[in-house]
């Protein structure tokens, strides 16, 4: 099959779907042919990544008319990656729709749409296309063709304002070279201004997931994985990649790891106070985002593969944890762990990572606030963990139990899924990290990935079930300290011969412009 | 000393048609065109007095009543006032702007045509000296160019010729049985216009005598946007109006082309008179630019700086004018794909001037809405989006940059004002039509505000980073305009809904989904 006709089988499979589920609504199979679609993309993009060589990325061009923004696909091994991840985590989530019962909605066109745009951001070739993608993400994730529509306002339009920063740094690499394709464009094209225009976006999505988990209780959350992680994730490291994997300068980073673990730390204490658990869950998935950004600010391959592991393991797990499980269930404790970012945790690798990384770079003491942060997460994760009451096989309980073995197990996603994501970021050198089925290796320090899962499931096990573990909590703030918001005074009324001094302004500014030499 | 009898026949005329009344009153306004043409004879070439044929037939078909009409104290004074003001500005116009070595008072003459047209029309004694006004106003624009730029007798009498259309459209409606099938021939024209410039035919210029027009992928892009325009929105009857348009954007001569555009405002602006006085005054500022080209020495940079601030002026006037109308149909992308055409010949000190001004005209277009608020908040607010995408164009149109990219966003912008963001609409839309109108009409892509917008605000980083960040301001605001807006367009010209309201959201559509063709026929 030809190359061009590959690279579109994702969007065939999920607009397919799409229009199959449009002609028929609120037929009882339309869950199912969601699932399958959307599973069917995930897999091809894992089958791509798996084919793709090491190091390699191919443009896959369309429409050649516009040399600064052709209609053209990338492959290469980031976008295959959380391609891949977006998507099953998407077809997972469709599955624990299906399987769960109580809101007789009809969800699927819409996420469908969704995905496929998410899609769309990912596999972008260049940063308008990026751009105009996102625009279709907010557009399908709201479904407000109406702008006047009061559904999620605030939150989309917060969104699109922020994406204009994309557009700027799209801009300023069309006035740098010509172009704003991922291939061709110098790594110094970008500097600090149009990374910062970046970071609009990507903070703007990690804010709204703290503002939309804990909103309305739907059984199962699309946004905070497919609309909110994978795209802010995908962008942060895409412009990492553009930039050679490395930020502008030195201060830059100290600033942006500054800032990034400061709110890491502060989402970790809002955590511990929050006493709704959907609530408490955003506040986590934040400050795990938070340090993920954090540890992006690295300019050696070891950091750059933390950040990539941190940022792909945080899509399913913003997805699991957006699927309503019952109270005192198995997902929901093994989601707790997840969240802890404790040792037995996928996080927890990354950030074991990130902190080799630190230190072989004379930074131990950076350690400390992200140490600091894991301990707060853990203590606000694991304070309401309680002990399963039941052991039901269903997709969530499967799902969080998978991410609990890639813990384990890093061996499963290192070499084929996170090290071709970061070597497409900055070149990763064979041996930076090597995975084996009982650990990884990385800088020359061996981490036992499953002797400490088990540890630590033997630990909390024995813990939840023998010593009934409760870790302290601190008591919310009692209701009556209210923030008392200053009102805005009256606009004053403007007497008619403003307008006169307006265009007086106006007629001696074009005098100016006339007159100068 | 013969040199200045025309001058002399010129004023006596005058004084004959502000002291007479009925056919002595005609024989005098004919007397002043005649001394214009004599004028013209003696500064270019005999030729050029075929433009008086035009001027003299329209004077002729504007009949005068027999009695004087009755006025006032005040409106004597401020008809005398209004002349008097009127002939100094041409006078000193005039004397700057002088055509080769000729005596002051013979040069002065088509500009004194204008000065009496201008006062005619801004304190007339009724409604035909009104019209009469805007009839001198044009064959001024086309005496005073032609004498700057001189042009043949079949340019000429063309230019002259346009001196009619106020009377026209004044007058003459299409007959009902035909609309339909001019709309659609039109319709038609535009396909084609579009096909051509994208195919990309190396044709360059078509020309009949000494008449010629232009036909290059811009021109045609522009011929096709009024076109549709016409077709689709202009009021019942006026569709040919549209032709105006079209001849303003492809006639090669700048006595034809700027004489052009000065029918279609008067024309523009029969039914709605909204901005009507503005867009004249643009005109006025915009007409100096052939002129200051026309009389510029080699040597002379105070002339070509003057002709980008003019260029740029005149943009920002005209466009704070095309709120509703005609003036936003079809004098709105004339106006704007004429500068557009004309940037081209702009050297890059002076594009930065003119960016300068069109940066801060798009200040002035959200300052003064903010302001016509706060003086008067019970009055009908501005549509914000509107003023918004005016002010991305202003920005658009002056960010010349080698891609083309600040012509393609003027176009679609060009395209999304004057086409798509008015009020016409079939009668009932419901289902899958309702959500493409709805679609249409949002920034979202694929619509062509999103590709406009977005275009904008990309061509003007290009230019600068200044202009850049007021752009991106500018799509910010543009993104939060429905919460104050809704779903507010701008009012439709007096037209019934029809199934060519269908036009409007496909040209937003096809305009969004494919800029990549508009560049590619803006480059040829």
Avoid at chain 2, 239 to 250: I, M, P, Q, R
Wanted: hydrophobic share 60%; glycine share 8%.
């Amino acid at each position: 099959m030809p190359l061009a006709a590959q690279a579109l089988l994702p969007f065939l499979a999920l607009l397919g779907a799409a229009v199959i589920v449009q002609r028929r609504p609120r037929r009882a199979s339309n869950g199912w042919i969601s699932v399958a679609a959307t599973g069917l993309a995930g897999i091809t993009a894992m089958v791509e990544l798996v084919r793709l060589a090491p190091g390699e990325h191919v443009d896959v061009p369309y429409l050649t008319t516009f040399p600064y923004a052709d209609l053209a696909i990338r492959l290469d091994g980031l976008s295959l990656a959380f391609a891949s991840v977006t998507l099953i985590t998407a077809a997972l989530l469709m599955l624990a729709r299906l399987r769960l019962h109580g809101d007789r909605r009809d969800p699927w066109l819409g996420w469908l749409l969704t995905a496929a745009a998410t899609c769309a951001v990912i596999f972008a070739h260049n940063l308008l296309l990026v751009y105009i993608a996102l625009q279709l993400l907010t557009l399908a994730w709201t479904g407000a063709l109406d702008e006047t529509a009061r559904r999620r306002r605030g939150l989309r339009l917060s969104v699109q304002v922020a994406d204009i920063g994309l557009l700027l740094a799209a801009a300023s690499a069309i006035q740098s070279v010509g172009t704003s394709g991922f291939s061709g464009v110098p790594s110094d094209t970008f500097a600090l201004p149009a990374f910062v225009f970046v970071l609009l976006p990507v903070v703007a999505r990690v804010a709204a997931l703290a503002v939309t988990a804990g909103g309305p209780q739907a059984t199962v959350a699309f946004e905070p994985a497919i609309v909110w992680v994978a795209p802010a994730g995908y962008l942060l490291m895409r412009m990492l990649a553009l930039m050679g994997g490395r930020l502008p300068d030195r201060p830059t980073a100290v600033v942006l790891f500054a800032a990034a673990t400061l709110v890491a730390l502060a989402m970790a204490a809002l955590a511990l106070l929050e006493r709704s658990a959907a609530r408490r869950v955003a506040l986590l998935l934040v400050a795990h985002a938070a340090l993920a950004l954090a540890l992006s600010t690295g300019a050696d391959p070891l950091m750059t593969v933390a950040c990539t592991w941190l940022w792909l393991l945080l899509v399913p797990l913003a997805g699991l944890a957006s699927v309503r499980v019952a109270a005192g269930s198995l997902p929901e404790a093994f989601t707790q762990v997840n969240l802890a970012m404790i040792p037995g945790s996928t996080a927890f690798v990354g950030l074991w990572l990130g902190s080799l990384a630190l230190n072989a770079r004379g930074l131990l003491f950076g350690v400390i606030p992200v140490g600091v942060g894991v301990a707060l997460s853990a203590t606000a994760a694991l304070s309401r963990l309680k002990r399963p009451r039941s052991l039901r096989l269903d997709p969530p309980t499967v799902w969080a139990a998978g991410l609990l073995l890639i813990a384990a197990f890093p061996i499963v996603v290192m070499g084929r899924l996170v090290v071709p994501a970061a070597a497409t970021v900055r070149l990763v050198p064979g041996g930076t990290v090597a995975a084996n089925p009982i650990g990884i290796v990385a800088g020359g320090r061996f981490f036992p990935a499953l002797v400490v899962s088990l540890v630590m499931a033997l630990a909390l096990g024995f813990a939840a079930w023998r010593l009934r573990l409760k870790a302290p909590t601190l008591p919310f703030p009692k209701e009556g300290v209210k923030i008392n918001t200053p009102t805005l005074p009256a606009l004053p009324r403007v007497p008619p011969w403003g307008r006169f001094v307006l265009w007086g302004a106006f007629a001696v500014a074009v005098y100016n412009v006339l007159t100068r030499p | 000393m013969i040199l200045y009898l025309p001058a002399a026949l010129f004023v006596v005329s005058l004084l004959m048609a502000y002291g007479s009344a009925g056919r002595r009153r005609q024989a005098a306004t004919v007397g002043t065109l005649a001394a214009a043409a004599w004028s013209l004879a003696l500064l270019v070439d005999p030729g050029s007095v075929a433009w008086a044929i035009g001027p003299i037939g329209a004077a002729l078909l504007l009949t005068r009543p027999g009695k004087r009409v009755n006025s006032s104290f005040e409106g004597l004074t401020r008809r005398v006032a209004t002349i008097a003001v009127a002939l100094l500005v041409a006078l000193l116009l005039a004397s700057r702007l002088p055509v080769g070595e000729n005596p002051l008072l013979l040069s002065a003459v088509p500009w004194f045509l204008g000065a009496l047209g201008a006062a005619w029309f801004a304190s007339p004694i009724d409604q035909p000296e009104r019209l009469q006004g805007q009839v001198l106003m044009v064959a001024a624009a086309a005496a005073v160019i032609l004498a700057a730029v001189p042009a043949g007798p079949v340019t000429a009498s063309l230019a002259g010729a346009m001196a009619l259309m106020p009377i026209a459209g004044e007058h003459w409606r299409l007959p009902g049985p035909l609309q339909l099938p001019v709309s659609l021939t039109m319709l038609g024209l535009a396909a084609v216009a579009v096909v051509l410039a994208g195919v990309g035919t190396s044709i360059a210029r078509v020309v009949l005598f000494d008449f010629s027009v232009d036909v290059g992928g811009a021109i045609l892009l522009a011929s096709a946007v009024l076109l549709v325009a016409g077709a689709a929105l202009t009021p019942i009857g006026s569709e040919w109006t549209a032709l105006l348009g079209v001849l303003v954007v492809s006639a090669s001569a700048p006595s034809l082309r700027w004489a052009a555009l000065a029918a279609l405002i008067a024309v523009a602006t029969v039914l709605a008179k909204e901005g009507e006085q503005l867009a004249w005054i643009a005109f006025g500022v915009l007409g100096l630019a052939p002129v200051l080209q026309g009389v510029a020495t080699s040597t002379s940079t105070s002339t070509v700086r003057a002709q980008a601030v003019a260029l740029a002026l005149g943009l920002v006037l005209i466009v704070l004018a095309s709120r509703v109308g005609v003036i936003r149909v079809l004098v709105l992308p004339s106006a704007g794909f004429v500068v557009m055409l004309a940037l081209t010949t702009v050297t890059s000190p002076n594009l930065v001037r003119l960016q300068w001004i069109t940066a801060m005209g798009a200040v002035l277009l959200v300052a003064r809405m903010v302001l016509v608020w706060l003086i008067d908040r019970s009055g009908r607010p501005a549509i914000v989006r509107d003023q918004l995408l005016f002010a991305l164009l202003l920005l658009a149109i002056s960010a010349r940059d080698a891609l083309g990219l600040g012509a393609l966003a003027a176009a679609l912008l060009l395209i999304d004002l004057a086409i798509v963001r008015i009020e016409v609409m079939p009668e009932r839309w419901a289902g899958t039509a309702a959500r493409l109108v709805l679609l249409a009409r949002s920034n979202w892509p694929p619509a062509v505000t999103f590709a406009g917008a977005s275009m904008a605000v990309i061509a003007a980083l290009q230019a600068s980073l200044a202009l850049g960040m007021l752009a991106a301001l500018l799509l910010a605001g543009l993104q939060l305009a429905p919460l104050l807006d809704g779903h507010a367009l701008a009012p439709s010209p007096q037209r019934p809904r029809s199934p060519l309201g269908w036009v409007v959201p496909a040209v937003s559509i096809a305009c969004g989904v494919a800029p990549a063709l508009l560049l590619r026929m803006l480059r040829f």
